[in-house]
């Protein structure tokens, strides 16, 4: 059994896709691409950590007002309370004590609580202005390594373009039928070839019926019944 011419153009466009393939995979897998992925995913964890610290201050800030405001309204009552006339008997003195220490343990728990807000925006502003300068140093290594990636892109650009352009080429020639199939196989992360040796697809080993491997004999190729691949016989 012979190679068809079929196969045969179709594993020379394999071929110079392949070459394409592991040049652009050097170029995805250098290092300076890594880290300027790094350095991209480091910024925006640092900002978006950032905000969550500014909306927590801004929150603790509109609830310290707020305490502000209950404050003032309590003191305005104790001022209220202080022009009245004093109380003539017991159980009115009593009350107006009670009335009055009720009023002084609301003070200060809204006090502490405002002492315990301030601290917490006095942390935040802290953590704010450390992923602030985080994120300014991860943007500046992005760039950085960015640049660095540019350029190896650059130096490979006429290499790439000329096995594109070779691959390319050799496309025309190929069958369309087997083209697409090629193509189809490849997005779904499948190696589209596989020889038929022994009645035996090479790329899944799955052994293939009497039938599918006489088509394979007259055609020179045909479709493993298990992965797909596009089988060719030598």
Known sequence: VFMTEKIKV??????????????????????????????KARYEKAIEKRKELVSARDNAEAEMQNISNEI????????????????????????LVA???????????LQEKIKAL????????????????????AKDEFNSSKEA????????????????????AKA?????????RYNTLKKNKISPTAMLKNKRCSGCNMEMPAFTVS?????????????????YVE
């Open 172 to 180: 025309k020639g190929v069958d369309a039928a087997l083209l697409s």
């Open 118 to 137: 301030t601290a917490q925006v006095e942390a935040g502003e802290k953590e704010i202005n450390q992923y602030t300068a985080a994120a300014n140093k």
């Open 99 to 109: 009335d009055i220490e009720k009023l002084l343990a609301s003070l200060k728990k």
């Open 215 to 231: 088509a394979a004999t007259k055609e020179g190729y045909c479709e493993c019944e298990n992965c797909g691949r596009i089988l």
């Open 10 to 39: 179709l594993l020379e466009f394999e071929n110079a896709d392949k070459k394409v393939d592991a040049l652009e995979k050097k170029v995805i897998s250098s290092e300076e691409r890594k880290t300027a992925n790094a350095m």
């Open 72 to 95: 003032d309204k309590l003191v305005s009552l104790a001022d209220i309370d202080r022009t009245k006339d004093a109380p003539e008997n017991v159980d009115a003195i009593k009350k």
């Open 149 to 168: 990636y540019a350029k190896i892109l650059e130096q490979v650009k006429p290499e790439l373009d000329a096995l594109k352009a070779e691959r390319d």
